[in-house]
């Protein structure tokens, strides 16, 4: 079973918009921070944007007011929506939780699997 779920990515053109959204299975629990990372072919991976439990938002410089991360504690799920997309942003982009397997364990950090996001004409 997946922990973190992500769906929402594809491929659009340079000034368009995409939608992620991140859903966090059970089984973690304790949840503080929820975020975005992203890895373009031969970089890094890089912070985009992080959201803790009381919605206080921490952005990567590059996202420039184009990018508004939020999220739902109840349904544990975290999006990102993304404007003024362009070819720059081309990257595979992994969501990010902090959390725990089990109360009494130890924070964690989570990631998925990572989903394609291509800006292209």
């Known amino acids: 079973q997946e922990q973190l779920v992500e769906s929402g990515g594809g491929l659009v053109q340079p000034g368009g918009s995409l939608r992620l959204s991140c859903v966090a299975s059970?089984?973690?629990?304790?949840?503080?921070?929820m975020g975005w990372f992203r890895q373009a072919p031969g970089g890094q991976r890089e912070q985009v944007a992080m959201?803790?439990?009381?919605?206080?938002?921490d952005y990567a410089d590059f996202v420039q007011g184009r990018f508004t991360i939020s999220r739902d504690n109840v349904k544990n799920t975290v999006h990102l929506q993304m404007n003024a997309l362009e070819p720059e942003d081309t990257a595979v982009y992994y969501c990010?939780?902090?959390?725990?397997?089990?109360?009494?364990?130890?924070?964690?950090?989570?990631w998925g699997q990572g989903i394609q996001v291509t800006v292209s004409s």
């Open positions: 959201v803790n439990r009381r919605g206080r938002t």
């Open positions: 990010t939780v902090v959390g725990k397997p089990s109360p009494d364990a130890d924070f964690l950090h989570y």
């Open positions: 059970g089984s973690i629990s304790g949840i503080t921070h």
